[in-house]
């Protein structure tokens, strides 16, 4: 299995249990895994032949930009889903993981993140 990794995509949105943070709005970063075949993208150097990141990004970012919601969970899923879907002829896992660096919590941490892997990711 070969893997394609989008690394700490970063978006603002407004997805959060607090009514300040669905006012506010805040940064979100995700990383994403894709677990693809990449043999013939690398022997024929074709982008017809891989996943292509750059509409990946673009899923992501629709969905953190987009509708907000109570739990980064659900943020998280969407976009597993929605990549699971979409490159769906390409795509037979995906590992996301939504770090939220700003959550409204008191103390001192670096950030709270949840890590979802669906479908085929071995």
Do not use: W
Not at 28 to 36: G, K, M, P, Q
Request: proline share 5%; charged share 25%.
């Amino acid at each position: 299995m070969d893997y394609i990794h989008l690394n700490e995509l970063e978006f603002y949105g407004y997805h959060g249990a607090l009514p300040e943070e669905t006012k506010l709005g805040q940064r979100f970063r995700v990383t994403v895994s894709l677990a693809t075949d990449l043999s013939e993208a690398g022997k024929t150097d074709d982008l017809d032949k891989t996943v292509n990141y750059a509409e990946v990004y673009s899923v992501c970012r629709s969905i953190v930009e987009g509708s907000p919601v109570k739990l980064i969970e659900a943020v998280a899923e969407k976009i597993a889903t929605d990549i699971l879907n979409e490159f769906a002829n390409k795509v037979t896992g995906v590992r996301v993981v939504l770090i939220k660096p700003d959550p409204p919590i008191p103390g001192h941490y670096a950030s709270v993140s949840v890590d979802i892997t669906r479908g085929s990711f071995v």
